[in-house]
């Protein structure tokens, strides 16, 4: 089975994840997944809270990595990978009522059919898969609000993770 990998060096600033947004976008049309497709805003929304983890948490500059067409779901999944310099795992929070943040990875786990992390060097990758065939999250536009798999709905300003105007 032939796997396509494509990488992005991020940066240990907030504003790296606009850029690996607008990266990973073109990257999704570029091996065949429309950019009006469901399936590219759940990708972009794992995207986008990985690697904002990566660099909020770690202050360390990151690597995303996009696999197409391997992992373990078979030839239609697709893999993401965010692999930064600390040793130290991701920690899945809670987040209360009007929490700010804490939310990071309890999206993950909801929208990605598979994720987990592992030692990669003398740091760590974080890594989820998505299914293509499988029912993905529908993002409407005004106002934001994302809604997610099984009707759970998460509204800004706890959470904004579109590529809407106004947003890097």
Do not use: Y
Not at 60 to 85: H, Q
Not at 114 to 122: F, K, L, N, S, V
């Amino acid at each position: 089975m032939q796997v396509l990998q494509v990488q992005l060096e991020v940066g240990p600033d907030p504003a790296e994840v606009g850029r690996a947004r607008r990266w990973a976008r073109s990257r999704l049309v570029g091996s065949g997944i429309g950019d009006d497709e469901p399936l590219a805003e759940t990708l972009i929304l794992l995207i986008s809270e990985l690697v904002t983890n990566a660099v909020v948490h770690t202050g360390c500059p990151a690597v995303l990595r996009m696999l197409f067409g391997g992992g373990g779901g078979g030839p239609g999944t697709v893999r993401v990978e965010v692999a930064d310099a600390s040793d130290r795992p991701p920690l899945q929070r809670h987040a209360e009522g009007e929490d700010t943040n804490g939310r990071g990875l309890e999206l993950v786990d909801g929208l990605a059919d598979r994720w987990g992390w592992q030692p990669e060097g003398a740091g760590k990758q974080i890594w989820c898969e998505v299914d293509r065939g499988a029912p993905a999250v529908v993002v409407q536009d005004a106002p934001p609000r994302v809604v997610v798999q099984g009707g759970e709905v998460c509204e800004p300003p706890s959470c904004v993770f579109t590529d809407a105007p106004g947003l890097a």
